[in-house]
């Protein structure tokens, strides 16, 4: 058996835990010795279906795109509000 250093170990674990941390998930992972689900995921199922379920997360996913262009206009304005202020300010125009 190849005997693999710790140290080498701890940066691949370190990676994998950010990319957990990031996608939102544990970074330790339940083991029910697989013959159950875990509680924390029927507690969160639970919330889940609360909240209105799969149509309420398929309902926000469709809304997302609107959403983005309602900020993108948002933005854009305050880019030409401030364009103007700057404008303004700079030619003394005030």
Request: hydrophobic share 40%.
């Amino acid at each position: 058996m190849l005997r693999v250093p710790k140290v080498s170990r701890v940066p691949k674990v370190s990676r994998i835990n950010r990319l957990l941390a990031a996608k939102n998930l544990p970074a330790a992972i339940e083991d029910t010795g697989g013959n159950e689900v875990p509680e924390s995921i029927k507690e969160k199922a639970e919330s889940v279906r609360g909240l209105g379920g799969l149509e309420a997360l398929q309902k926000k996913l469709y809304e997302l795109p609107e959403h983005l262009q309602r900020n993108r206009d948002i933005l854009n304005e305050v880019g030409v509000v401030m364009f103007s202020y700057c404008f303004v300010k700079l030619c003394g125009m005030e």
